[in-house]
């Protein structure tokens, strides 16, 4: 029995409930396009499906179904449009956003173990593929998704965004008390992300849990092929395992094969735990990164190990001009050929204003061969705490010279009027990300050395996220 015709078998003969998601997708298509076929025969007669969409395309197609009543039934209202994206409340709107789809999705609640639809797509996720649209998550969270998939490639929420023309945005979602575990390319939000002639647009995400895998493990993206695109206002907690002797392991972007050219990593912290002690090119930030691009103003506060080539922010930098400006890293460092900010280095690096703290780094040098370029310094952890780093003209030293605590970041000291008040003195943090989320992850940093979060409030854009029961409260 060839495919078509068992997805036809199937569609005929059994209960769509009882299927496996996989099915349930096949037979649904199926269902679609004989759907298509009919609207398609009534109203153009003479046009097949093919021609129908090469001439008014996907979207219009997916419009005709709606007429129907078959799309709005998928989702909680919308019709994919910019202006009107399709509204996602349940698992089961999630689990129908269809793969290669360009449309516009908008998530309305916070998804959970407790909403509707979690057992069977929640706790067993099935990543969306080829996704080239936008989805915005308005400031919501989706927690405790499961995917243990230990075999595949291209493992997260989204197995693959963005193509080789198209452009691509996700914005403003906070996943929590994740469990994700893939084979290579594996990341919270993406396993891969490609743009090659659009933009990939990636902005206020954070990821809270697991995220593990052999190689190209990420955080937030496992792999990128970007040619132009950048992460934004991100940030990662919780730990990024590399789980076998792969290599490109980092806290936001596991690996970038052609991932710089004109890409940017902009104003994106990590307070989690890098841990891939059989791996090569292991960074705090990113793994291993190829041709030119940026990272601007960022910060690692989470421990990293590594077997060789392992860096506080960047394993691996054997790129053609990446520059990195105002950057540092606070964790402890571990790995042979390890360094406080690199474990190797490119020969048209350009390096402005980095700083690693060289007591809770355990490394005396920025990159692993035991250099120290222009543009990189080492600071004892009173030189990178409080006021210290602030300008003279401000109370400070000006340790850290180069960052700017007037519109990009805030220096944490003890009783200042910020919100909320600090109750220590800390490592600089973002003004564009939330106060309070950044000061818990550096208190549990230094309470515990562990940022697998347990009971405290994090924040993305204007959403609380809880990552787990309070038991003290």
Not at 264 to 280: G, H, K, L
Request: aromatic share 6%; net charge negative; hydrophobic share 30%.
């Amino acid at each position: 029995m060839s495919e078509d015709e068992r997805t036809e078998h199937l569609a005929e003969s059994h209960d769509f409930d009882e299927l496996s998601r996989l099915d349930r997708k096949r037979v649904e298509q199926h269902r679609h396009e004989r759907l298509i076929e009919t609207t398609t025969s009534r109203f153009q007669g003479y046009v097949t499906r093919r021609a129908m969409i090469a001439t008014i395309g996907v979207g219009a197609v997916a419009g005709i179904v709606g007429l129907t009543g078959q799309a709005s039934a998928s989702f909680a209202g919308g019709d994919g449009d910019a202006g009107d994206p399709f509204q996602i409340e349940t698992w089961d709107h999630l689990n129908n956003i269809p793969d290669g789809t360009d449309d516009h999705f908008i998530l309305n609640t916070d998804l959970d173990e407790d909403t509707e639809g979690y057992e069977g797509i929640g706790d067993d996720w099935d990543p969306i593929d080829d996704f080239i649209g936008e989805f915005d998550g308005n400031g919501k969270t989706i927690s405790d998704l499961v995917i243990d998939r230990p075999a595949e490639s291209r493992v997260g929420l989204f197995g693959f965004l963005g193509g080789d023309s198209e452009s691509v945005t996700v914005k403003n979602i906070a996943l929590t008390n994740v469990d994700i575990q893939g084979d290579s390319r594996v990341g919270g939000l993406a396993g891969e992300v490609e743009s090659g002639g659009g933009i990939g647009v990636i902005e206020q995400v954070a990821v809270e849990g697991t995220i593990a895998g052999e190689g190209r493990v990420g955080g937030v993206v496992g792999e990128s092929f970007e040619y132009g695109g950048e992460i934004t206002e991100s940030y990662v907690l919780g730990e990024v395992l590399g789980v076998g002797s792969g290599n490109g392991i980092g806290g936001v972007v596991g690996a970038s094969g052609r991932f710089f050219s004109g890409h940017s990593i902009e104003r994106c912290f990590v307070a989690a735990n890098v841990s891939a002690p059989d791996s090569s090119q292991v960074g705090g930030l990113v793994g291993r990164t190829s041709f030119d691009g940026s990272i601007e103003d960022c910060y690692v506060i989470g421990n990293v190990t590594g077997d060789t080539t392992v860096g506080g922010v960047v394993g691996d930098t054997s790129s053609n001009g990446t520059s990195f400006e105002n950057v540092y890293a606070a964790g402890e460092v571990n790995g042979d050929d390890a360094g406080g900010l690199y474990g190797s280095t490119g020969g048209s690096d350009t390096y402005t204003a980095n700083y690693w703290d060289e007591d809770t780094t355990s490394q005396n040098a920025a990159v692993g061969d035991g250099s120290t370029p222009s543009g990189t310094e080492g600071l004892g952890t009173d030189e990178v705490q409080g006021e210290t780093p602030l300008p003279t003209a401000d109370g400070g030293d000006n340790t850290m010279d180069g960052f700017d605590f007037t519109d990009e970041w805030h220096a944490v000291i003890q009783g200042e009027a910020i919100n909320p008040t600090p109750t220590d003195d800390g490592y600089p943090i973002l003004q564009a990300i939330d106060i309070e989320t950044q000061l818990r992850a550096q208190e549990i940093f230094r309470r515990d050395a562990s940022i697998v979060v347990e009971g405290d409030d994090l924040t993305v854009s204007n959403s609380t996220v809880r990552t787990g029961d309070d038991e003290d409260e």
